[in-house]
C-alpha cells in the first residue's frame, strides 16, 4: 500500500505571502518522506467540505509546475481536472508539459467536474451532467491521440481539432497515466474499464461493491481488471505527537484487503509538516507491506 498526498487548502496562517514557501516545504516534506503521489484539486473556488468559498484557492497546473520544481519523485496530479475547465487539446498539452519538466511524474487525473458555482462565478462552461461526461470521454480520446502521435483530425460530438500535434512528446510510456475519479456506477467505472490506468473512490460503506462494479465493466470491455490501479481517498489524522498512528496503519490495511494499493488524500494540518514526518517514519514502511 502506498501513500499520497492530496493538498486541498491554502489558507495556511502566513497567508499568500508565505504561501509558496509554505507550499515548497510541504512538497519537499512529502517528497523525503515516501510519499508515492502529491496532489491538489482541481477547483477555483474552495469547496464548502474544506471550508468557505473565499479561502485562498490555487490554479491547480500552475501549482503542480511548481511543486515539481521542489519534488524529484513523487508523481503529480489533480485529484481530479474538471473536464469542462479546459478544451482538451490545451489539457493534453499542459499535461505533457508537466510530463515533460517534471522527468515523466505527470498523471491526468480527470473527472466530469460538479462545481456549477464557480464555473457561473468565473464564466467556464457549465453543461448538462450528460454532455459533460460525453466531453470526458471526448477529452480522453483527444488526449490518447495526442500522446500516441496521432494528428489526424478528430470530429467528436463536441470536440474538433484540425492537427491535434503535441510535440514535444511526453516522457511517461506510453503516456502519462490517466486516473479517472468518481464511482458512478453506469459511466464513471465503465470509462475506468474503457480507457483508464487508474481510478479513485471514496472510502463509503459500498466500496467493495463498487470494485465489483468495476471488474465487471472490465470483463465487458476484454480489459483486465488487475492492471488497473485502485486508489482510494483517505484523510490522515495522525495526531499531534502520532497517536493515531495505528488506527491509520489499520485502515490501510482494509483498503489493502480490498485491492486498493494507495491511499490518496488530505493531511490534517500539513503546514506544520510534522504530521508527513510522522507518517513518513511510521506509516510508509508499514504500509508498504500490507
Request: contains cysteine; proline residues 6%.
Amino acid at each position: 500500500m502506498k501513500i499520497g498526498l492530496q493538498i486541498p487548502d491554502f489558507t495556511y496562517p502566513g497567508g499568500p505571502a508565505t504561501l509558496g514557501t509554505d507550499l515548497a516545504e510541504i512538497a519537499r516534506t512529502a517528497d523525503d518522506a515516501g510519499f508515492a503521489t502529491v496532489a491538489v484539486m482541481d477547483h477555483f473556488f474552495q469547496i464548502g467540505v474544506v471550508g468557505p468559498t473565499e479561502h485562498d484557492m490555487l490554479e491547480a497546473y500552475t501549482t503542480l509546475g511548481y511543486l515539481a520544481g521542489h519534488t524529484s519523485r513523487a508523481k503529480l496530479l489533480t485529484l481530479v481536472t474538471g473536464t469542462v475547465y479546459r478544451e482538451p487539446g490545451l489539457l493534453a498539452k499542459i499535461v505533457t508539459t508537466l510530463d515533460v519538466l517534471s522527468g515523466g511524474r505527470a498523471w491526468l487525473g480527470i473527472g466530469a467536474a460538479w462545481n456549477e458555482e464557480e464555473s457561473r462565478g468565473l464564466g467556464l462552461p457549465f453543461p448538462p451532467l450528460a454532455e459533460r461526461f460525453e466531453r470526458l470521454e471526448e477529452t480522453i480520446q483527444i488526449c490518447l491521440r495526442m500522446w500516441g502521435g496521432d494528428e489526424k483530425p478528430y470530429d467528436g460530438r463536441h470536440y474538433r481539432l484540425e492537427r491535434p500535434l503535441n510535440s514535444p512528446q511526453a516522457l511517461s510510456r506510453p503516456h502519462p497515466p490517466i486516473l479517472v475519479g468518481g464511482g458512478g456506477e453506469k459511466k464513471t467505472l465503465r470509462l475506468v474499464a474503457r480507457y483508464a490506468q487508474a481510478c479513485n473512490l471514496f472510502p463509503t460503506a459500498d466500496l467493495a461493491r463498487k470494485l465489483d462494479v468495476l471488474r465487471a465493466h472490465c470483463d465487458a470491455e476484454g480489459r483486465d481488471y488487475d492492471e488497473i490501479v485502485k486508489t482510494v481517498y483517505y484523510r490522515y489524522d495522525v495526531g499531534e505527537k502520532g497517536e493515531n498512528v495505528q488506527r491509520v496503519i489499520d485502515d490501510l490495511g482494509r483498503f489493502a484487503e480490498l485491492g486498493f494499493s494507495e491511499a490518496l488524500g488530505a493531511v490534517v494540518d500539513v503546514h506544520r509538516l510534522d504530521p508527513l514526518r510522522i507518517l513518513g517514519e511510521r506509516v510508509v514502511p508499514v504500509a508498504a507491506a500490507l
